[in-house]
């Protein structure tokens, strides 16, 4: 197995701040570069080990997803390294897991869309019967489908965990156009990708993604419906009242609730095996994406 890539320095480059997997450097007044580390995270824990090759992965997805939805704009200018500003076209490592983007104003929520009632949004269900304020019918099952997607955004939290919100919020702080066209975008993202996937044998479940402001228009940013912000389940092993087979990092999710961790001190090392079935579920991600 190769070296995971975790951490990322390049001379003469300024490194803006490192989030959990993505490292982003300023390249000019207009354009910053992003780097997909090898890094992964749960339980809002990174591990101190990542898995070889993820970031270049996430990229591919991230990047095919761009291709495909073009009833948005987003916030990609190149993706080939060799032709970004330097420094960054000199460093060889970027290859393929590196995008030049400009510079915009971020939507300070996450933008969630759920077609299967699973995560924290089951957790909710499960004291209030509803999810961010939406009630849902009465007796749903841990993974049922929904009678139909739903949008439930959430806070952005630098320490500890997101937290569901109302809609209402998002108005508050955006407006209601703005709220609502960022609402409807995302469960048309959804939708879409939900549809592409289909054929291909992947349910998807629910999707986190991104958006900002520029020049007064919402574009798609950061990363798209990859294994690391959505969650990719295997149809033909699926069955409602379960957690379901997933090509995503849940399963990272479930191995470590068989672990003593608790969950609140440093994350431990992740087993080979764990960080190589992991690693052949993004895999497996790509390629069906592909076909």
């Given at each position: 197995m190769s070296e995971a890539i975790v951490t990322t320095e390049i001379e003469g480059a300024k490194k803006l701040f490192s989030g959990k997997v993505r490292d982003v450097y300023e390249a000019d007044a207009e354009h910053l570069v992003i780097v997909s580390t090898d890094r992964i995270s749960a339980f809002d824990f990174v591990f101190p080990n990542g898995i070889p090759g993820k970031g270049i992965l996430l990229n591919k997805i991230t990047n095919l997803w761009f291709?495909?939805?073009?009833?948005?704009?987003?916030?990609?200018?190149?993706?080939?390294?060799?032709?970004?500003?330097?420094?960054?076209c000199n460093a060889d490592f970027l290859k393929d897991r590196a995008?030049?983007?400009?510079?915009?104003?971020?939507?300070?929520?996450?933008?969630?869309?759920?077609?299967?009632?699973i995560g924290s949004g089951w957790k909710d269900y499960q004291k209030?019967?509803?999810?961010?304020?939406?009630?849902?019918?009465?007796?749903?099952?841990?993974?049922?489908?929904?009678?139909?997607?739903?949008?439930?955004?959430?806070?952005?939290?630098?320490?500890?965990?997101?937290?569901?919100?109302?809609?209402?919020?998002?108005?508050d702080?955006?407006?209601?156009?703005?709220?609502s066209q960022?609402?409807?975008y995302t469960l048309k993202i959804y939708e879409f990708a939900r549809d592409y996937l289909k054929p291909r044998g992947i349910i998807l479940a629910d999707t986190k993604l991104e958006f900002g402001f520029l020049n007064g228009e919402i574009i798609l940013i950061d990363e798209v419906l990859t294994p690391d912000s959505s969650r990719f389940w295997d149809s033909s092993l699926y069955k409602a009242g379960s957690s379901p087979v997933s090509f995503d990092k849940?399963?990272?999710?479930?191995?470590?609730?068989?672990?003593?961790?608790?969950?609140?001190?440093?994350?431990?090392?992740?087993?080979?095996?764990?960080?190589?079935?992991?690693?052949?579920?993004?895999e497996e991600t790509l390629k069906r994406l592909q076909s």
């Amino acid at each position: 197995m190769s070296e995971a890539i975790v951490t990322t320095e390049i001379e003469g480059a300024k490194k803006l701040f490192s989030g959990k997997v993505r490292d982003v450097y300023e390249a000019d007044a207009e354009h910053l570069v992003i780097v997909s580390t090898d890094r992964i995270s749960a339980f809002d824990f990174v591990f101190p080990n990542g898995i070889p090759g993820k970031g270049i992965l996430l990229n591919k997805i991230t990047n095919l997803w761009f291709s495909k939805l073009d009833f948005i704009q987003n916030h990609i200018v190149e993706t080939d390294y060799k032709k970004f500003p330097a420094p960054y076209c000199n460093a060889d490592f970027l290859k393929d897991r590196a995008v030049l983007v400009k510079k915009v104003k971020k939507v300070n929520f996450e933008c969630i869309a759920r077609g299967y009632i699973i995560g924290s949004g089951w957790k909710d269900y499960q004291k209030t019967g509803a999810i961010c304020g939406i009630q849902l019918p009465a007796g749903l099952q841990l993974a049922q489908q929904l009678p139909r997607p739903i949008f439930t955004p959430s806070t952005k939290a630098e320490v500890g965990h997101d937290e569901n919100i109302a809609f209402d919020a998002m108005v508050d702080e955006y407006g209601d156009k703005d709220a609502s066209q960022i609402r409807d975008y995302t469960l048309k993202i959804y939708e879409f990708a939900r549809d592409y996937l289909k054929p291909r044998g992947i349910i998807l479940a629910d999707t986190k993604l991104e958006f900002g402001f520029l020049n007064g228009e919402i574009i798609l940013i950061d990363e798209v419906l990859t294994p690391d912000s959505s969650r990719f389940w295997d149809s033909s092993l699926y069955k409602a009242g379960s957690s379901p087979v997933s090509f995503d990092k849940q399963f990272i999710r479930d191995y470590l609730d068989t672990t003593s961790w608790d969950k609140n001190s440093p994350a431990p090392a992740l087993p080979d095996h764990i960080v190589q079935k992991t690693l052949e579920k993004y895999e497996e991600t790509l390629k069906r994406l592909q076909s």
